[in-house]
């Protein structure tokens, strides 16, 4: 079973080997995309934007994925480059919606 808890500083590191993940998943499929390094630091600033809020997926104890996203002052929410990354679809979808109350709630 998915459960799914708010991001907590502790799990930055699973968080960023996501992010490389997938980042080499789509540099794999799009080589023009930018080389990137430094994930953990990458979503530690997705993390330190003002207003962010995350959750994360965890099954058995392993991260599954994560989302993290913060108001843009134009009534909506942005998840920039850093802000996702899940192993699989359903786990994005399942975190997308554990959030969008919240989001809806915050105005």
């Known amino acids: 079973m998915t459960k799914i808890v708010p991001f907590a ?7 960023a080997v996501l992010l490389a993940d997938r980042h ?3 540099r ?3 080589p023009l995309l930018p080389v990137v390094t430094d994930f ?3 979503v530690e600033a997705a993390l330190a934007v003002d207003g ?7 099954r058995n104890g392993l ?11 134009t009534d909506r ?3 920039g480059f850093a802000g996702h990354a899940a192993v699989e679809p359903e786990v994005a979808r ?14």
């Open 24 to 26: 080499a998943r789509h």
């Open 28 to 30: 794999a499929a799009e």
């Open 63 to 73: 991260m599954l994925g994560y989302l993290v996203g913060a108001p843009t002052g």
């Open 77 to 79: 929410i942005e998840v």
């Open 52 to 58: 962010a809020a995350g959750a994360v997926a965890l």
């Open 9 to 15: 500083a502790t799990m930055l590191d699973d968080a």
């Open 40 to 42: 953990p630091a990458h």
């Open 94 to 107: 399942d975190l997308y919606s554990a959030l969008a109350q919240d989001w809806v709630d915050a105005g």
